[in-house]
């Protein structure tokens, strides 16, 4: 069965930092690639960013409003994924999910998603 | 950056109508890499369509998608009670893969 757990969500203060991990079991975690998407209560969803596989030497790719503050990293031989979060905003409060698509296309996985919120 | 933009923002039909859902892309999505997701309250996003075109693993076959470029269409053929829900597309033929702001398909 595939799983995809995320965790590490929780209340942090404006200007803090937060880093939230994805477990992930029964595919090959290696050789996909591995995404982050996040949605603000009763908003639409917002692609954060991913990284890919080790073949694609683990490139990296952010949407315009993390640029430059959120960062994905890997552990393949962990099986999980990471987002480290700096300087956060209130607007990053969210569900935040993780999720890989099949190399076919057809299919993608998601974990049920971790809550950020960034509140003084 | 590619921006993806849905509507209308929200239909409202009856069981057995059909829906058509547009999704407008600011520039061309390479390879036509563009999918349609569906998302209903308190659940995460089942992919529907990817490629454009092509259903994924288990999905009906009255929901079928269209289009290449910058414009592209969702139609379920005759909505059944179970397909009330908000759909999203989203490319990925760039980065960064934006989603469109959704279509809300409501019961009328």
């Known amino acids: 069965e595939v799983q995809l757990v995320e965790s590490g969500g929780g209340l942090v203060q404006p200007g803090g930092s937060l880093k939230l991990s994805c477990a992930a079991s029964g595919f090959s975690f290696s050789g996909s690639a591995m995404h982050w998407v996040r949605q603000a209560s009763g908003k639409g969803l917002e692609w954060v960013g991913h990284?890919?596989?080790?073949?694609?030497?683990?490139?990296?790719a952010y949407g315009a409003s993390v640029k430059g503050r959120f960062t994905i990293s890997r552990d393949d031989s962990k099986k999980t994924a990471y987002l480290q979060m700096n300087s956060l905003k209130t607007e990053d409060t969210a569900v935040y999910y993780c999720t890989s698509p099949l190399a076919s296309g057809n299919g993608d996985y998601w974990g049920q998603g971790t809550l950020v919120t960034v509140s003084s | 950056e590619i921006v993806l933009t849905q509507s209308p923002g929200t239909l409202s039909l009856s069981p057995g109508e059909r829906a058509t859902l547009s999704c407008r892309a600011s520039q061309s999505v390479s390879s036509n890499y563009l999918a349609w997701y569906q998302q209903k309250p308190g659940q995460t996003p089942r992919l529907l369509i990817y490629?454009?075109?092509s259903r994924a693993t288990g999905i009906p076959d009255r929901f079928s998608g269209s289009g290449s470029g910058t414009d592209f269409t969702l139609t379920i053929s005759r909505l059944e009670a179970e397909d009330f829900a908000v759909y999203y597309c989203?490319?990925?033929?760039?980065?960064?893969?934006?989603f469109g702001g959704g279509t809300k398909v409501e019961m009328k």
């Open positions: 990284i890919r596989s080790k073949a694609n030497s683990y490139a990296t």
């Open positions: 989203q490319q990925y033929g760039s980065s960064p893969r934006a």
């Open positions: 490629g454009a075109s």
